[in-house]
C-alpha cells in the first residue's frame, strides 16, 4: 500500500503561482512513476505533468513552459509549480504513484480567479 497526501492549493489571481507537493509513503519501490492529474467539473481527469524515478518529465500541452515537475526521491516526494496560471487551469488536482498498481491522492482545489 502506497499512501499520498498532496498539500499547496487555494485561490489565486490569473498570472499568479503555487506550488503543489505531494508526499508518498508505504510499500515505496525504487521504480517509480508519479505525477498530477486535474479534473475540473464536468470534465475528465487528464494528466498534467509525470515525472520519473530517474527524473524524465513530460507535460502536458496546455502546461508546458508555465508549469514544472520535480522530486526528491529521498523523500518520496514530487512538486508542481505552476506560473502564470489560468482560469481554466481551474481544477482539483490529484497526485499520483504508479509502480505496479497506481495510487491516487486525495486531490487539492485549485481556484485561479479574480
Known amino acids: 500500500q502506497v499512501q499520498l497526501v498532496e498539500s499547496g492549493g487555494g485561490l489565486v489571481q490569473p498570472g499568479g503561482s503555487l506550488r503543489l507537493s505531494c508526499a508518498a509513503s508505504g510499500s515505496i519501490r525504487s521504480i517509480n512513476v508519479m505525477g498530477w492529474y486535474r479534473q475540473a467539473p464536468g470534465k475528465q481527469r487528464e494528466l498534467v505533468a509525470s515525472?520519473?524515478?530517474?527524473?524524465?518529465?513530460v507535460y502536458a500541452d496546455s502546461v508546458k513552459g508555465r508549469f514544472t515537475i520535480s522530486r526528491e526521491n529521498a523523500k518520496n516526494t514530487v512538486y508542481l509549480q505552476m506560473n502564470r496560471l489560468k482560469p481554466e487551469d481551474t481544477a482539483v488536482y490529484y497526485c499520483?504513484?504508479?509502480?505496479?498498481?497506481?495510487?491516487w491522492g486525495q486531490g487539492t482545489q485549485v481556484t485561479v480567479s479574480s
Open positions: 499520483n504513484y504508479a509502480a505496479r498498481v497506481p495510487y
Open positions: 515525472i520519473t524515478s530517474g527524473g524524465i518529465a
